[in-house]
């Protein structure tokens, strides 16, 4: 079983839904959750993180942690074109990172 | 704000043929990796180092090798390219292991024929 699993997608949404992108991890030791974004032909920047469990909220992004179920979650509301890109999730105790979905918000 | 840089952005090689990717960052940063991105697999670490003149191993390590011989810089090596090379190779940075954010350079376009 790998550490972190993400379905790759591609993932095609009209503007305005809201997008939920998820991850499981394995190792119940991991205590930091980030997600990153990455646009097309560019590195990764962090988007958010979370600190063990719970949900943080960044104006229209939620994370949330489900250490129980080693379940995270990436939450868009209201979402827009310019939100298009690939999104992945790094329990980032370990610098490995998930797949990554490719979203697509169609206008 | 440079940030991290990486040299050069695009290479076609032969198989066989040798090269050096350059990473550069300006943060002082402690912690330097290198990650190959293939369709599909996300993000594979290659290798990593925690501080000046040290490198360890990643996930993906063999046919590489990197060096870190002054803080700022982290360069990886590829000895004799092989098609399965082929990749986007990108370079991070962070001021700590685990719970820091990595910095990540614009990324490396590596083919080899």
């Known amino acids: 079983q790998k550490e972190v699993e993400q379905d790759p997608g591609p993932l095609s949404v009209p503007e305005g839904a809201i997008v939920s992108l998820n991850c499981t991890y394995s190792n119940s030791a991991f205590q930091y959750f980030m997600w990153y974004r990455q646009y097309s032909r560019k590195g990764p920047e962090l988007l958010m993180y979370?600190?063990?469990?719970g949900n943080k909220e960044d104006g229209r992004f939620t994370a949330q942690v489900d250490k129980s179920s080693k379940y995270i979650s990436l939450f868009i509301r209201d979402s827009q074109p310019s939100d298009s890109a690939t999104y992945l999730c790094a329990p980032n105790n370990d610098m490995r990172f998930g797949a990554g979905t490719r979203l697509t918000v169609k206008p | 704000n440079a940030g991290v840089t990486q040299t050069p952005k695009f290479r076609v090689l032969k198989t066989g043929q040798s090269m050096t990717l350059l990473c550069a960052q300006d943060m002082n940063h402690e912690y330097m990796y290198w990650y190959r991105q293939d369709p599909g697999m996300g993000l594979r670490l290659i290798h990593y180092?925690?501080?000046?003149?040290?490198?360890a191993k990643g996930e993906v390590p063999d046919g590489y090798n990197v060096s870190r011989l002054k803080k700022q810089n982290f360069l990886l090596g590829l000895e004799s390219a092989a098609p399965s090379q082929t990749s986007v190779y990108f370079c991070a940075s962070s001021y700590s292991m685990g719970t820091g954010e990595l910095f990540f350079g614009e990324g490396s376009r590596l083919t080899v024929l």
């Open positions: 979370t600190y063990s469990s």
């Open positions: 180092s925690v501080g000046e003149g040290t490198t």
